[in-house]
């Protein structure tokens, strides 16, 4: 079967329980540390808290765009839902509302398809798809076979043909791109996981390399993955980052609160990363990759 179980388990590792009963009781989803409440370093605040841009920066650090800069600008640049709250792809509110700081505005579709590969798949792919770089929206099935939308433009289609998928030319359609765009990404989705995507993307040796849209990722069965929504530096040269993930089942992706540091929250810092605990995952060394 092609089709990538992107199972995980439903509950958060045992390393992260206690810390995390703890911090259910002193920090919610709306606080914001103490030392960034004072009006000078809110009126650096664009648009508080309507989009990732707006998200409190420690005083001192400032905004890094290497690598794409304009996938990183249209990161921050992504707008947050007015409800923190967490919906599945079905309607219904996720059980766990405690592991996000905010929800990305983003249609998730209503089938049980964007998980969390898919998450990080699916930012990378409206990028491109909004810069009409469509020659760049390719991506590996878990067979390893290439699903690329600039095929799916011409006419080809793929199915699965026991454990590889084949391709078949239909007739092609090209009246509303952005009705194409949504039924071949409803197929990366049904084909691609963590183990693929893991094996498309290019490894990152050194962390303190740290990119927007990079993802640590663990591949495999179950595995998951989340993707760096912003980086930020000092003078000093410390790095801190946001991320962001989907999870199972289908859900609003959305921004994870640092249970590891509370009033670095939801900043991560890249000298303490090794390993990265997020609150439903942990990321082992060398899982840090890029497109």
Same mark, same amino acid.
């Given at each position: 079967?092609?089709?990538?179980?992107?199972?995980?388990?439903?509950?958060?590792?045992?390393?992260?329980?206690?810390?995390?009963?703890?911090?259910? %009781?002193? #920090?919610?989803?709306?606080?914001?540390?103490?030392?960034?409440?004072?009006?000078?370093?809110?009126?650096?605040?664009?648009?508080?808290?309507?989009?990732?841009?707006?998200?409190?920066?420690?005083? &001192?650090?400032?905004?890094?765009?290497? =690598?794409?800069? *304009?996938?990183?600008?249209?990161? *921050?640049?992504?707008?947050?839902?007015?409800?923190?709250?967490?919906?599945?792809?079905?309607?219904?509110?996720?059980?766990?509302?405690?592991?996000?700081?905010?929800?990305?505005?983003?249609? +998730? =579709?209503?089938?049980?398809?964007?998980?969390?590969?898919?998450?990080?798949?699916? *930012?990378?792919?409206?990028?491109?798809?909004?810069?009409?770089?469509?020659?760049?929206?390719? #991506?590996?099935?878990?067979? =390893?076979?290439?699903?690329?939308?600039?095929?799916?433009?011409?006419?080809?289609?793929?199915?699965?043909? &026991?454990?590889?998928?084949?391709?078949?030319? %239909?007739?092609?359609?090209? !009246?509303?791109?952005?009705?194409?765009?949504?039924? #071949?990404?409803?197929?990366?989705?049904?084909?691609? =996981?963590?183990?693929?995507?893991?094996?498309?993307?290019?490894?990152?040796? !050194?962390?303190?390399?740290?990119?927007?849209?990079?993802?640590?990722?663990?591949? &495999?069965?179950?595995?998951?993955?989340?993707?760096?929504?912003?980086?930020?530096?000092?003078?000093? &040269?410390?790095?801190?980052?946001?991320?962001?993930?989907?999870?199972?089942?289908?859900?609003?992706?959305?921004?994870?609160?640092?249970?590891?540091?509370?009033? *670095?929250?939801?900043?991560?810092?890249?000298?303490? +990363?090794?390993?990265?605990?997020?609150?439903?995952?942990? #990321?082992?060394?060398?899982?840090?990759?890029?497109?």
């Amino acid at each position: 079967m092609i089709v990538v179980s992107h199972q995980k388990p439903t509950t958060m590792p045992t390393h992260c329980n206690v810390l995390f009963i703890i911090l259910l %009781t002193t #920090f919610s989803c709306t606080d914001i540390p103490k030392e960034f409440e004072n009006a000078e370093n809110k009126t650096t605040i664009r648009n508080p808290e309507k989009d990732i841009r707006g998200i409190y920066l420690p005083k &001192g650090f400032s905004y890094v765009d290497a =690598g794409d800069s *304009l996938y990183a600008d249209w990161l *921050l640049d992504l707008k947050f839902k007015k409800s923190s709250s967490v919906y599945l792809y079905n309607g219904q509110l996720k059980s766990d509302q405690f592991v996000q700081y905010r929800v990305l505005d983003i249609d +998730i =579709g209503k089938k049980d398809l964007l998980q969390c590969a898919d998450a990080a798949i699916k *930012l990378k792919a409206d990028f491109l798809f909004e810069k009409n770089r469509y020659n760049e929206i390719n #991506f590996f099935a878990t067979s =390893g076979d290439k699903i690329s939308f600039q095929d799916w433009l011409k006419g080809s289609r793929w199915k699965q043909q &026991g454990d590889k998928l084949i391709t078949y030319t %239909t007739t092609r359609n090209t !009246d509303n791109i952005k009705n194409e765009y949504n039924a #071949f990404m409803q197929l990366v989705f049904s084909y691609c =996981g963590t183990y693929s995507l893991s094996k498309q993307l290019r490894p990152v040796d !050194d962390i303190n390399s740290i990119q927007p849209g990079d993802i640590f990722i663990q591949g &495999g069965f179950p595995g998951h993955a989340v993707t760096v929504m912003a980086v930020a530096k000092n003078d000093e &040269g410390k790095k801190i980052f946001l991320l962001s993930q989907g999870y199972m089942p289908a859900q609003d992706i959305h921004i994870l609160k640092n249970y590891g540091d509370p009033d *670095l929250s939801p900043w991560y810092t890249t000298s303490n +990363i090794d390993p990265l605990f997020t609150p439903q995952w942990k #990321f082992e060394r060398g899982t840090l990759k890029r497109w």
